[in-house]
T-cell receptor, first 111, second 113 residues
């Protein structure tokens, strides 16, 4: 069973059509949850780190939230340049420094 | 400009021919790591290093070696590559291992025939 599950696998939106991406995790204790953006042919680019349930962070049209079992990446009024794959990763508390990445959500925003 | 560089960006090689992928960062970061990315599997960590001369295995270390003799460099070595090591490889660095953002390199696409 995957420790980090992202849904949907793919999402197509019209420009301006707001939506949310989900990242659910099953680690027993959370040290941190990370969101990255990855454009085709490039390395992931850091977006947010969330540490505890109830925390929220925003950057332009993106807002990340965290509960005890999942995180949401809300995209408000997306633009075509927001098209990318969004990756979620978690670090489990208790000694291991190895982050576990989800498989990502591929987002396409049509003009 | 703060960045992580990798070389080569593309490499096609044959089974058993030793190769090294270089990684260098100019941000004075202590923590560096290597990942491989395969379709449907996501990013998986191969090795990481918390400082010079300190390295440890990630989730998928088999068939790989690393060294950290200088803070800025973290090469990935494949002593005897096999076709199942065909993948997209990323090097990353950060200021710490916990709550810190990782900066990723542009990737190295390796094909082993």
């Amino acid at each position: 069973e995957d420790q980090v599950t992202q849904s949907p696998e793919a999402l197509r939106l019209q420009e301006g059509e707001s939506s949310s991406l989900n990242c659910s995790y099953t680690v027993s204790g959370l040290r941190g949850l990370f969101w990255y953006r990855q454009d085709p042919g490039k390395g992931p680019e850091f977006l947010f780190t969330l540490y505890s349930a109830g925390e929220e962070k925003e950057k332009e049209r993106l807002k990340a939230t965290l509960t005890k079992k999942e995180s949401f990446l809300h995209i408000t009024a997306p633009k075509p340049e927001d098209s990318a794959t969004y990756l979620c990763a978690v670090q489990e508390s208790g000694g291991s420094y190895i982050p576990t990445f989800g498989r990502g959500t591929s987002l396409i925003v049509h003009p | 400009e703060a960045q992580v560089t990798q070389n080569p960006r593309y490499l096609i090689t044959v089974t058993g021919k030793k190769l090294t992928v270089t990684c260098s960062q100019n941000m004075n970061h202590e923590y560096m790591s290597w990942y491989r990315q395969d379709p449907g599997l996501g990013l998986r960590q191969i090795y990481y290093s918390m400082n010079v001369e300190v390295t440890d295995k990630g989730d998928v270390p088999e068939g790989y070696k690393v060294s950290r003799k200088e803070k800025r460099n973290f090469p990935l070595i494949l002593e005897s590559p096999s076709p199942n090591q065909t993948s997209l490889y990323f090097c990353a660095s950060s200021t710490g291992t916990g709550f810190y953002e990782q900066y990723f390199g542009p990737g190295t696409r390796l094909t082993v025939t």
